[in-house]
């Protein structure tokens, strides 16, 4: 049986091994009866269906690989369009606020016209802020020496005045 | 391996892997779940693993994965003993056309294959059902090619017998 099993294997047997085994089984029943299960459950399991991965979850397969991976040359919103689109977004919002109809403007005006006052304060605060945090940043960094390389190449600090909310006009 | 191989690749061999999973473990979620991994370990292992070494890499890490996942059941040790009996053979079986029509046939074919260690399992499953060639086999299962054969053998006379019984095979 081990040279029919070299048979079903596919493996190379020479003509007198082949011619050997043929005779035996033509007068062997027992190992004759054999061969032909052994055929016939090879034939059998080689018609076996397969048994295919749902799509579902060949899906979830693609979305924790391909569709997981960074796409190319996709990059990380740039802050000041993201600044940008807030200032649409916030003078919109003021606006609509302001003027939420063009023709029924009513006894709401007064009111909305305050609070834009108060929005544009508080604005115009913050853009204080922000100026006078720039320019101290800059001042600590030429006048207490913590970059003294600009100093060697003539970078100095300027001495632009700060200005406040009140020191309009 | 670039990303539309990957692609080739799932999409050539995900029913197989899938196929050879639902043979060895029975289950449906747990082959699912080994299928599923073996194919994401792929893409992370993209790497360093050959387009053309793709399908043995796949096959190794499903059956890894398979026997992981019955050690983790705590199989009982007899599954493996080599004597249980799937059925009495009937005096007059009704033989494998009848049983494909009646569609017992591939009840009977997996009952048999249950009945097998999961080693011997994975050579038929590999070799007869998928028809891998040896090399490729011997290097999923980790075993040398000698091995596998003289394994193989002895897999399909225990299949044989347990098929015989069954009446499947004349």
Redesign the interface.
Known sequence: M?RF?RV??SDLMDAADRQAMESHLRVCSECAE?A???R???D???G???????DD??E??WQ???RA?PSVGRRAPDWRFAAAAAVVVLGTWIGVGLYPDPIDRGPAVAEAERAAREVRMVLQLTANALKRTEEVTLKTVFTEGVSPALKKVGVTWPQAPVRGVGDEG | MK?TE??SL?TMH??????YA?TILRNPAE??DA??DA??RL?EHRATVPVDGARPWLMRTTHNLCIDQIRRRKVRSEIGDGDEVVEARPDAGPG?QQLAESGD??RV?DRALDALSPDDRAV?VM???Q?LP?DEIAAALGVPLGTL?AR??RA?ER??TR??RAG???
């Open positions: 081990e099993h079903l294997d054999k032909g299960q052994l016939e459950m090879q059998l399991l080689r076996m269906a397969e048994r295919p991965l749902p979850a060949t979830q397969v924790r690989t391909v991976a | 990303q990957y692609e799932v995900k029913d197989r892997v899938h196929s639902m082959a699912q299928a599923q194919l994401i893409w494998p046939l591939r074919i038929i070799r007869e059902v028809n040896y054969k193989l053998h399909r299949l044989r098929l015989y499947v095979t004349p």
